[in-house]
């Protein structure tokens, strides 16, 4: 079967800058063949995802605050304007103050706890009800992004954990709601990444080295990895995949205790 996304069309949400996750999986749907719009929040981010969208062929960027209601309906609208329908999504959106990324989960403030998961988690939810219309005709794929610290404890990484767990649930229960309209749901667990986001978490680097040591393939997630996965779940090979948390971290989140030459 060939993995191809000609014909297909959809949002990309979360690009940073070229280290992003969310930018390796376009670059991926666009060397596959797919037409792509990007989201970005305010003008220091269009900045930076202007010229990545352009390389890649899209003049559709979209202002959006995934925390306002209004901003989300603005985006929505607009997309729609362009394109009646759509055949993905791609979630990659996550927020936690960097100083509560260090320490001990114990001292999570309640103003932090509530802004992650409404950011983290809670905007996969309205994305995928804004999304539903464009999609319920022709069927599509909701994709967003996850870490093994839903389920596994990892030092700093804290309410983002819970927020993650959180996202990862809601994935299975979009899943079972969304399943009968023939759109899919699904979660890409990579292990850590040199990226914006992952910098934000304390003890980063020893993290990203702990895991390189002891992965089975002794190797991190690479950007054209997670981006081949993803063209693999949006494409009509990932036609009966739904309510997946697929992990590509070179097989760390297998493992019981670091490899023998590293204990």
């Known amino acids: 079967m060939t993995i191809a996304m000609q014909g297909k069309r959809g949002l990309i949400m979360g690009v940073a800058n070229d280290r992003s996750i969310a930018w390796g999986i376009a670059r991926a749907m666009h060397e596959a063949g797919a037409e792509m719009a990007f989201s970005y929040q305010g003008e220091n981010f269009a900045k930076r995802v202007e010229p990545l969208a352009a390389s890649v062929g899209s003049d559709l960027l979209l202002d959006v605050d995934v925390t306002d209601d209004a901003s989300l309906d603005a ?44 950011i983290s988690a809670y905007s996969f939810i309205e994305v995928a009800r804004r999304a539903y219309p464009m999609m319920k005709d022709n069927g599509g794929c909701l994709l967003t992004l996850t870490y093994q610290g839903s389920n596994k404890v990892v030092p700093n990484y804290n309410v983002m954990g819970v927020a993650k767990a959180a996202l990862e649930s809601a994935t299975r229960y979009l899943a079972n709601d969304l399943g009968p309209d023939g759109i899919r749901v699904n979660a890409i667990s990579p292990g850590p990444m040199k990226t914006l986001a992952g910098a934000a978490i304390g003890g980063a680097r020893k993290t990203f080295r702990h895991t390189e040591m002891n992965a089975p393939m002794r190797a991190n997630a690479t950007l054209e990895a997670i981006g081949g996965t993803a063209v693999y779940l949006a494409s009509d090979a990932g036609a009966c995949t739904s309510g997946e948390i697929i992990h590509v971290d070179g097989g760390y989140h297998v493992l019981g205790m670091p490899q023998a030459e590293n204990l």
């Open 75 to 118: 985006a929505f609208a607009a997309l729609a304007e362009r394109w009646p329908t759509i055949d993905f999504v791609v979630h990659a959106v996550a927020y936690s103050d960097k100083s509560e990324l260090t320490g001990r989960f114990l001292n999570t403030s309640r103003a932090n706890f509530k802004h992650s998961l409404e």
